[in-house]
């Protein structure tokens, strides 16, 4: 069983940065992509920004500039870097890691993390 924990979320005013950190427990073999998406209310759950085992990373357009995604994987952790945030960057954050343990491939989901960006 592999476990996702998230931290880092909260308020903070428009400008403002936060870090959001993802760690990952569980009897696992290997990492793959691990990667950041974002659910707006009312809309659906979107990319933010993903990063490879090489450290090859991609992110949407709309955070471009302004979001770091990094791993450590020695500390089973992926990070995200927001600064200068926006009101339309408010959204519940999801980790997502991919992998696998010793006995299979494993796609694990966050918990979910709120950022909340005040005008």
């Known amino acids: 069983q592999v476990q996702l924990v998230e931290s880092g979320g909260g308020l903070v005013q428009a400008g403002g940065s936060l870090r959001l950190s993802c760690a990952a427990s569980?009897?696992?073999?290997?990492?793959?992509?691990m990667g950041w998406y974002r659910q707006a209310p009312g809309k659906e759950r979107e990319l933010v920004a993903t990063?490879?085992?090489?450290?090859?990373?991609n992110y949407a357009d709309s955070v471009k500039g302004r979001f770091t995604i990094s791993r450590d994987n020695a500390q089973n952790t992926v990070y995200l870097q927001m600064n200068s945030l926006k009101p339309e960057d408010t959204a519940v954050y999801y980790c997502?890691?991919?992998?696998?343990?010793?006995?299979?491939?494993?796609?694990?989901w966050g918990q979910g993390t709120l950022v909340t960006v005040s005008s």
């Open positions: 569980g009897s696992i073999f290997s990492f793959g992509v």
């Open positions: 990063i490879t085992n090489y450290g090859s990373t």
């Open positions: 997502n890691i991919k992998g696998g343990t010793y006995s299979r491939a494993f796609d694990a």
